[in-house]
């Protein structure tokens, strides 16, 4: 007996005229919440003529509680991009381990992890960290991008000069190529 797929071709209906970008932020205080939102804000001013975008802000402490975690586990399922903004001075929670092993273990929608670190951590700490994160996007499938693990200034302070305009134009670039490679084809999920 011999089966038949048929498809019918993509067409022009069949992909959004304005596709939504969405993003996930986790981050572990004021500081890193900032700097994740300006790194959001930098995306959306330089890529909003590609698409429209929408974010969802989780802080640490609230992962915490499992049915908030649970929610923020399939905004992360969701999402385009992840980013994860912390201080980097130390391991993350147990909590925020469980928040990433849940979408880890699942069907993300996510092309990218971006990983911020703020300038209250050591390198070796800021290494270990990235490594982390970096081992949990590739176990994902997903590409990962982190600032140097070096301690950084604030994100003004680093556009400002010609080192830090360069980075962040490159991961700009960067960010802009996984969009621009995501709306070639439709996503379809299990209930479309």
Request: net charge negative; aromatic share 8%.
């Amino acid at each position: 007996m011999q089966h038949t797929a048929l498809h019918s071709p993509i067409g022009p209906s069949d992909l959004e005229a304005d596709p939504i970008f969405n993003v996930v932020i986790a981050y572990e205080d004021f500081d890193t919440g900032k700097h994740a939102k300006e790194t959001y804000d930098l995306l959306v001013k330089n890529l909003s003529q590609e698409c429209r975008f929408a974010n969802q802000m989780w802080k640490f402490e609230v992962l915490g509680i499992p049915k908030l975690r649970e929610m923020a586990a399939k905004d992360a399922l969701m999402a385009d991009i992840i980013i994860i903004s912390c201080q980097g001075a130390h391991d993350l929670s147990a909590d925020v381990q469980a928040w990433i092993h849940s979408w880890i273990c699942e069907q993300s929608n996510a092309l990218a992890l971006v990983a911020l670190f703020g300038d209250g951590g050591s390198q070796r700490e800021s290494h270990q960290l990235r490594a982390y994160l970096a081992e949990a996007a590739k176990r994902a499938g997903m590409e990962f991008f982190a600032q140097p693990a070096a301690p950084v200034r604030r994100l003004d302070q680093t556009l400002a000069s010609e080192r830090g305009a360069k980075r962040n134009e490159n991961t700009l670039s960067a960010l802009a190529g996984v969009i621009q490679r995501d709306q070639t084809f439709p996503r379809r999920g299990i209930n479309e």
